[in-house]
């Protein structure tokens, strides 16, 4: 079997550039898995986890939203905010789950509630704490 080149690259950097084995990742229409030799495929990306093996490792990233590419064996994945396991603060993503949830039920005056920034927020906080806690 091949090898695939896995990027995951954020406004602010490049935070993977790596020969993987296999990569699953959040895409809009449901997780889809990418081995080597797998056809072209655009797809958005969705706060969520993604995955991949090199050797008999695997490797987890917290992701917001964003695109995917898969060409010639290589997975680009362009996303607003990515966070590697170790570096996530479950105590803050919790923190930010629980504001997003308190705007959603509308505790705050109705005016000031931006629905689907809060929504994005959510799933966001979600996707992080989804990840952190596989690590623990």
């Not at 091949?2 to 699953?24: A, F, I, Q, Y």
């Not at 990233?61 to 590419?69: I, M, N, R």
């Amino acid at each position: 079997m091949g090898e695939l080149h896995l990027e995951v690259v954020t406004p602010e950097k490049v935070l993977v550039s790596e020969k993987v084995d296999s990569v699953v990742a959040p895409g809009t229409l449901g997780q889809f898995g990418v081995l080597p030799g797998h056809t072209s495929l655009l797809t958005g990306i969705v706060p969520g986890e993604v995955r991949w093996k090199v050797g008999g490792r695997e490797v987890l990233l917290s992701v917001s939203t964003g695109f995917a590419e898969v060409a010639d064996d290589k997975v680009a994945i362009l996303v607003d905010a990515a966070e590697r396991v170790e570096e996530i603060d479950l105590e803050r993503a919790r923190q930010a789950l629980d504001r997003a949830k308190k705007r959603l039920a509308g505790e705050m005056k109705k005016e000031e509630v931006d629905f689907t920034r809060a929504e994005a927020a959510l799933n966001r906080a979600v996707a992080r704490i989804r990840v952190a806690e596989k690590h623990l």
